[in-house]
Structures are given as C-alpha cells and as structure tokens.
C-alpha cells in the first residue's frame, strides 16, 4: 500500500470516532430541545462541542449552532412566559438570553452564506432568523440600561455594542435601520457612556457620532468625547471639542474652566477675556466667568477694569477670597508701577494712598484664605512697611520668617 493511501486511511480513521461523538451529542441535544426540559444541557453541549480545540472544524459546523440557538431561544420563550405570567425570574439572565441568541445567529449567518461547490450563496436560516430577531431588539437596549442602572459598564456596553452593530450585520439586511429607530441616539449615548465610565478611549469614541444625535444629552456626550481625546492625547480634537460645547452650553461646568485654564497657560489671557464675555452674554451674573474676566484682566494688567470687575463679584457675594486679592493685587502692581519712576518725594501722597487702598482687601483675603499664607504674607508685609504700621508688620515679619 502506498504513503499516501495509508495517511489517509490513518486519517478516517481518527476523524470517525469525532464524528460519531459530535452526532451523538447534536441527537441528545435535539432530544433535550424537543422536550422543552433541560434545554442548559443542550446548550452546554454544543457550547462543548465549539470548545473542543481537538476538532477545530466544529466551529464550522452550521448544525451546531443552528441546535445551540434553538436551545437558547427555548429557554427565552420559557423565560418570557414567566414574565408574562408574572413569575419570578432572574432579569439579568432574560437579558443575557436575547443576547446569546443575536451573538448566535450572527455567528451562523457567516456560515449560512458560504458558497455551496457551485458557487451559489442560498443561506438557509436568514430571513427567518432576522425575522423574529427584529422584534426582540429592544430587548438589547434595555438589556444595556438594566446593566448601566447596575453599574455593570462592560457587560452594558456589550449590549448597545451588538444593538448598534446590527446595522452592519448582513444578518438582518432590510430589516435594521437605524435612521428610522428612535432608540439608535440613545443606545449611542449610552455606549459612550460606558465607554467613559471604563476610561476606555475607544469605546468613548466608536458611536460618539450617533451619540451626538440625542440632544437631550448632547452635552454630557460631548464632555465624554473630550476626556476621550485626553486619555488619546489628541490636543487638537480635544480643544475643538471643548470649543464646540462651549459654544453650545457656555453655563455647562465642564467646557469653559477647562479652556480657560488651557489657554491661561499658554499666556493667552485675551483669548480667556474673549471665552469669559461669551459666557457673560449667556449669564450675567455668573461668578465664574466674572471671576475668569477678572483674573485675565490682572494678567493683562488691565487693573482698574479688573478693579470694578471685581467688585461687582463682591457686591454680588462678598465671601469670595479671590476678587479681595485680585482688587488689593491691582493697587499694589500700580504702586509699583509709581516707585519704579524714582520720584518719592512727588508720588509720596499717591504711594500711600495706592497702599492704604490695597490694604484692608489683602486683610479680608487673609481672613478668608488663612491657609495660603504665600499670596498674602509677602504682600501684607510690602503694605505694612510702607504704611509704617510697626505692629502689623512685625506679626508679619515673624511669620514669614518662621515659614
């Protein structure tokens, strides 16, 4: 007998005992389905079987998982008629099972459609398949908010993954459209959601652009978007994003702080002037860009606009530390400003007077802010020694020395 005939034979003769293993066990499954009892078992079985890394071609077996769906979906109808009758049943397993079923039938589909030895594609299950499928979706989103409502942000994902992604399974052509559905936005939002909740930049980003389309939520989405481009170091699509919300949401907390102290530390406090105005359109009263207009104003020193801007924040709320500062940090660089002109005699009266002003906002600061001992000792200290106030100045000098 030749080589090759007796590799062969060497061959059937291992594969046989594999396939009347797998036949065995698909009959015992169909036999477990059939009687509508111990359905985990078929499905155990079969799982089994494409688990079998000694024969790899079970995973291209269609009857496999054609017997592995039919398992699952009886367990779903069991399921679903004890929710119907209003029994007890677990939730997160319903859930699971409607999954399982699309993650099943995508998987077979792939198999459905391959060419028999002519070439033709004929699959078999499809239609059907994609029929009843269709009316369970729903299932999947709400699948997903159960699990986000559970904190459960990677199995949630998974949900409005497989919900989203069905748009592009040929599974379910001319069934799915997405911008027909009204629920696509909102599985996108919150598949960014969980994306964020799980720092995972990807995730964030994969339906951001759906996500963007539920503008009830548009800007917590873009908030996601932009820690997305962080934790990717995209500076330029961060910036645009944080841009794009502020433009849309300028009273949101998120977009302006961030700009502003983006844009504060590249030294372009005119462009902090132009984003806090924008702002103020928007809200008049607000502390935070009234405080943002001020801060730029005295790094501009722009000192007497900062000076009134900065009382029209204590007029609004006299218990902020920070205009206090920057109101006596304005009449002291203006003081300075006067001594570095070398005239004591002639400026004396404005010297004092620019001091005496200073004074009583850096105390009010000092009381406010007791802890930050670095912004208001060195400053309280200049102010004592030029109003000769001996007392004060030495608690001062202490201090300052002692730190």
Avoid at 47 to 56: F, I, K, Q, Y
């Amino acid at each position: 007998m030749k080589k090759q005939q007796i590799v062969i034979l060497l061959l059937l003769t291992m594969i046989t005992p594999c396939l009347r293993a797998q036949k065995k066990e698909l009959s015992q499954a169909r036999s477990y389905i059939k009687s509508g009892k111990d359905l985990d078992k078929a499905e155990k079985l079969m799982v089994d079987l494409l688990a079998d890394s000694t024969n790899p071609a079970n995973r291209e077996n269609a009857k496999i998982y054609l017997t592995w769906l039919d398992a699952v979906r009886g367990q779903f109808n069991a399921a679903n008629e004890k929710l119907y009758l209003k029994q007890q049943y677990d939730t997160t397993a319903f859930f699971n099972l409607t999954l399982k079923m699309y993650n099943i039938a995508v998987a077979l589909d792939s198999l459905d459609v391959r060419p028999d030895s002519k070439g033709r594609v004929r699959p078999a299950y499809r239609e059907t398949h994609a029929s009843w499928l269709n009316q369970l979706r729903p299932n999947l989103y709400y699948g997903g908010t159960y699990q986000v409502r559970k904190n459960d942000y990677e199995k949630a994902f998974e949900y409005f993954d497989r919900y989203l992604n069905i748009n592009q399974q040929p599974l379910f052509t001319g069934y799915m459209n997405a911008d027909n559905d009204s629920l696509t936005p909102q599985a996108a939002y919150w598949a960014t959601l969980c994306g964020f909740k799980l720092h995972d930049a990807t995730r964030t980003l994969k339906y951001h652009e759906l996500a963007m389309l539920d503008k009830e939520k548009l800007k917590y989405t873009l908030q996601y978007i932009c820690e997305a481009y962080l934790l990717q170091n995209k500076e330029e699509n961060y910036l645009a994003t944080l841009n794009k919300g502020f433009e849309l949401y300028p009273d949101y907390p998120y977009f302006f702080p961030r700009l502003a102290d983006y844009y504060k530390a590249q030294g372009r406090n005119d462009v902090v002037l132009q984003l806090a105005d924008y702002g103020l359109k928007a809200k008049a009263d607000s502390t935070l860009f009234l405080l943002a207009k001020s801060i730029a104003l005295l790094n501009m020193s722009h000192y007497d606009d900062c000076i009134e801007i900065s009382k029209q924040l204590l007029a609004n709320n006299n218990q902020q530390p920070e205009p206090y500062y920057n109101i006596s940090t304005c009449y002291l660089n203006q003081a300075l400003a006067v001594e570095q002109q070398n005239e004591p005699r002639k400026n004396r009266l404005k010297l004092t007077k620019l001091y005496s002003e200073a004074c009583p906002y850096m105390e009010k600061y000092r009381e406010l802010a007791p802890a930050d001992s670095q912004r208001w000792g060195p400053a309280l200290y200049r102010i004592y020694l030029h109003l000769n106030k001996g007392k004060q100045f030495e608690e001062i000098d202490r201090l300052i020395r002692n730190h």
